[in-house]
């Protein structure tokens, strides 16, 4: 049994025209602060099987560190295969030989990390079990939420990004 | 222009020297958002991702934290919140940090002790993060099956050998087996189960449908660990030889006699 999906699949569920279904509101994690969505996807009047969208935020840092992202079901369960981050605290930097070209490139604390960064040869079994190595920066970046769903909408072509509600962010009063 | 002679003698200072300085001062940078200073660090993950810690005060005293990037970056990589509560608590334990379910933090930090405390804390989410993604990609596939598969494979080469075998019961109802070696008269069935309660129970529908019939199909239970299933492993033995996943070779052929 193959460990995961081949570069062709990837590429192909990455750029195919696709809905989320069900988005629902944000669900917060178990004591963790963190709030998810978690949506299937459709193609073609077809629920995809085994591919996921997914955004998350934490509930006390409005308007920084939110993720949005799309997954696909692997021997080893679902894995992130595309992402969009979005004022995340640190930067991304492009560290490995795999990122090819974009080696040692600063991605930014906005970047994007696309499956067809890396070169034909890759099989995506190795970028996934590195959490995604290769990132360019979003230029220019999202200035708000609902800028944020309609540019990472455009780039996961998630149609209906914008569909999602902004999270009922609950700011910390005390520092 | 010799800027290398003048580096290496310190005589003087080329561009070169400035970028250098440049690069190495902007290792690290530091943002205030809400009285809060988040420390972007010089470390990072296995993925790239840089690291920062965000330090509060409260009167001479500090707060460091990792303000729950480390969870926001193992979710978004597709890692379970269970797998990450433990382990981060495995490791705060180890570096003397709290861990209130989502967040790493080291309270009440005096000034002397701040600069070895962000250090540290840059280093615990750095370990949590890279931990969790890998363990992520362990324990799915379940390795011992395979092994019993591959043994049990090349001992069985002069035989016709099939995996995923399906074979209709006395019952008639198909069940597929992991593993079938046909021989002359007797084929052997194996079939992989777990210590679940459903796996064995599973296990036991198919083997008893298999041990009904009269022509001499000979089922077999695998199980990585016999011990661990309890009584319910006499459901299986009393209608199919069991062995060990990691059986060795002997029993193979004993099997086969």
């Known amino acids: ?175 | 222009m010799a800027t290398t002679t003048s580096y290496l003698t310190g005589t003087g200072r080329g561009h070169q020297d400035n970028t250098v300085e440049e690069a190495v001062r902007s290792l690290f940078s530091v943002d205030h958002i809400a009285g809060r200073h988040i420390i972007q660090m010089p470390v990072s993950t296995s993925s790239g991702s840089l690291i920062s810690v965000t330090v509060w005060h409260d009167g001479e005293l500090f707060m460091v934290t990792d303000d729950g990037m480390a969870l926001h970056e193992t979710l978004s990589a597709g890692a379970n919140e269970q797998a990450f509560s433990r382990i981060a608590a495995e490791r705060s334990r180890n570096f003397g940090a709290i861990f209130d379910g989502g967040t790493m933090l080291y309270i009440r930090v005096s000034k002397a002790r701040l600069k070895g405390a962000i250090i540290a804390m840059a280093n615990l989410v750095r370990e949590v993060i890279d931990e969790t993604i890998e363990h992520s990609f362990r324990g799915a596939i379940d390795r011992r099956r395979e092994r019993f598969i591959k043994t049990a494979t090349e001992f069985y080469q002069d035989f016709r050998v099939r995996e995923h075998a399906k074979l209709i019961g006395f019952s008639t109802a198909t069940h597929e087996f992991d593993l079938m070696v046909e021989r002359d008269g007797c084929p052997l069935v194996f079939d992989y189960f777990s210590k679940a309660g459903n796996a064995v129970n599973s296990a036991y529908l198919k083997l008893s449908d298999m041990a009904r019939l009269e022509n001499g199909v000979k089922p077999v239970g695998v199980t990585p660990n016999p011990d661990a299933i309890g009584p319910k492993l006499t459901l299986i033995t009393s209608v199919a030889d069991v062995i060990h996943a990691d059986a060795d070779r002997s029993v193979y052929a004993r099997l086969a006699a």
């Open chain 1, 1 to 175: 049994m193959p460990e995961g999906p081949d570069r062709q699949m990837i590429l192909d569920l990455f750029a195919m025209s696709k809905q989320g279904v069900g988005f629902g509101s944000w669900q917060p994690g178990n004591r963790s602060g963190a709030l998810k969505i978690r949506a299937s996807i459709e193609s073609g009047g077809i629920l995809v099987k085994g591919v996921s969208l997914f955004l998350n935020c934490r509930i006390d840092q409005p308007d920084e560190l939110v993720s949005a992202g799309l997954t696909i079901e692997t021997a080893y369960g679902p894995k992130c295969f595309a992402r969009v981050d979005w004022r995340s605290r640190a930067a991304h930097f492009n560290q490995k030989k795999i990122c090819g070209d974009l080696q040692f490139v600063d991605a930014g604390k906005t970047h994007v990390h696309r499956p067809d960064l890396y070169k034909e040869g890759v099989e995506p079994m190795e970028y996934l079990r590195q959490n995604l190595p290769a990132a360019v920066s979003l230029d220019p970046a999202p200035g708000t939420f609902s800028e944020l769903l309609d540019m990472a909408g455009r780039i996961l072509s998630v149609n209906n990004l914008t569909e999602v509600e902004e999270p009922q962010w609950q700011p910390r009063l005390l520092t």
